[in-house]
């Protein structure tokens, strides 16, 4: 009894948490919703994970429970891997853009980095919030 009591808490942290983000990631969240409301079905009818296990030629409920477990862990790891790929990607092109941005071609063989011109910053049209260290530095 204890046991179901302390799921049933965690299930519905997981149920409150996917109802808050269902405008952030539709997606996930309604995974998540589906997933609680089931397993707090299952926790509290534990015959019908047995059933359904059996239905699936799975032998028991908690083997069921437990491979259920671990495909949506594999496809949560899956997940969390693409979008921290996705912005690795986006930094190393503003890092590139960045970098690109402010580099500058030599023109006279001469003339060292020390004595070339600073790269000329372009100013957005109507930026209201320029400093007066920038003001100065831009023109």
Not at 88 to 102: C, F, G, P, S, W
Request: aromatic share 6%.
């Amino acid at each position: 009894m204890i046991a179901q009591l302390v799921l049933s808490v965690l299930l519905c942290a997981v149920l409150l948490h996917g109802w808050t983000q269902l405008r952030r990631s539709p997606l996930i969240a309604w995974m998540s919703l589906f997933a609680a409301v089931g397993g707090l079905y299952l926790v509290w009818v534990p015959a019908h994970a047995t059933e359904i296990a059996g239905l699936l030629g799975i032998g028991r409920g908690a083997d069921l429970i437990m491979y259920l477990w671990v495909c949506i862990s594999l496809n949560l790891l899956l997940s969390l891997h693409l979008k921290l790929r996705r912005q690795q990607e986006a930094i190393t092109k503003l890092a590139r853009y960045v970098a690109l941005a402010n580099a500058f071609v030599r023109t006279d063989d001469t003339r060292t980095v020390r004595d070339a011109p600073p790269p000329k910053v372009l100013r957005l049209q109507g930026d209201a919030h320029t400093s007066t260290q920038m003001r100065d530095q831009t023109s």
